[in-house]
C-alpha cells in the first residue's frame, strides 16, 4: 500500500474551531492533493501541492509537505458546519498521472 | 465549467451478471480513471487510460476489464458480477493534476 494509516480517520469539532488533518505516505511522490467529498458527491479538489512546495494556502485552507517525513496535512481556520466532509489526500509518483488516494478523514462541524 | 457523466447512476444485478458502467467526459482531457469506493478503504484504482485504445492496470483490477473507446468515453466491465463488487464506483478525468469526479454509479451484486 502506499499510505501510512489505512483506516478512515473521523473527527467532530464545534464550528469557529481550526482543524488539523493529516496524513502520511510510503512511496515517493511528485505532489500531493487534497480533496472534499461531501455526502452524496464525487470529490472535488481543494489543494495541489507539489514536491518543491513546502506550503500552500487558499482561503481558510493551508496544506504542507514535508517530503522528508513523507507527510502532509491539511489544515481548516474558523470552520463552518459546511465543511463536514470526508477529506482525502492522494499522491501522484513518478509518471504523473497514477493518482492514489488515502482512506480520509471524516469531519464532522457541528453549529 | 469541466463535466463528467455517469450511468447508470444505481444498478441492481444477480452474481455472475454481466454489468457495463459508462463514463462520459466533455473536459478534453487525456486521462480518465475508474475507482470504486468502499466503507473504510477510501477511493482505489481500478483501471485507468491516457488516450482512445489505451488500458492501464490500477490497484484492484481483478474481475474488472475496461476500455477507452474515444477521448470522451470509458467504460468498466464486469463480465461475472460478484458480491465482492457491490460498492459505489466513479469515474474521474485529468490532465496533469487535478482529477474531476462524475456522481459516482451505486452497483448492488445480489
Known amino acids: 500500500s502506499q499510505w501510512g494509516e489505512e483506516n478512515l480517520q473521523a473527527l467532530s469539532i464545534q464550528e469557529g474551531e481550526d482543524v488539523t488533518m493529516n496524513c502520511s505516505y510510503k512511496?515517493?511522490?511528485?505532489?500531493v492533493q487534497w480533496y472534499r467529498q461531501k455526502s452524496g458527491k464525487g470529490p472535488a479538489q481543494l489543494i495541489l501541492?507539489?514536491?518543491?512546495?513546502r506550503e500552500k494556502r487558499s482561503g481558510r485552507l493551508r496544506a504542507t509537505l514535508d517530503t522528508s517525513s513523507q507527510s502532509s496535512s491539511l489544515s481548516i481556520t474558523g470552520t463552518l458546519a459546511t465543511d463536514t466532509a470526508v477529506y482525502f489526500c492522494?499522491?501522484?509518483?513518478?509518471?504523473?498521472?497514477?493518482?492514489?488516494f488515502g482512506s480520509g478523514t471524516r469531519l464532522l462541524v457541528s453549529p | 465549467e469541466a463535466a463528467v457523466t455517469q450511468s447508470p447512476r444505481n444498478k441492481v444485478t444477480v452474481t455472475g451478471g454481466n454489468v457495463t458502467l459508462s463514463c462520459r467526459q466533455t473536459?478534453?482531457?487525456?486521462?480518465m480513471y475508474w475507482y470504486r469506493q468502499d466503507t473504510g478503504h477510501g477511493l482505489r484504482l481500478i483501471h485507468y487510460?491516457?488516450?482512445?485504445?489505451?488500458?492501464q492496470i490500477g490497484d484492484v483490477p481483478d474481475g474488472y476489464k475496461a476500455t477507452r473507446t474515444t477521448q470522451e468515453d470509458f467504460f468498466l466491465l464486469l463480465e461475472l458480477a460478484s458480491p465482492s463488487q457491490t460498492s459505489l464506483y466513479f469515474c474521474?478525468?485529468?490532465?496533469?493534476?487535478?482529477?474531476?469526479f462524475g456522481p459516482g454509479t451505486r452497483l448492488t451484486v445480489l
Open positions: 473536459n478534453s482531457h487525456n486521462y
Open positions: 501541492i507539489r514536491s518543491n512546495e
Open positions: 512511496t515517493y511522490t511528485t505532489v
Open positions: 492522494a499522491t501522484t509518483g513518478t509518471g504523473g498521472y497514477k493518482v492514489v
Open positions: 487510460s491516457y488516450g482512445a485504445g489505451n488500458l
Open positions: 474521474a478525468s485529468s490532465d496533469a493534476g487535478e482529477q474531476y
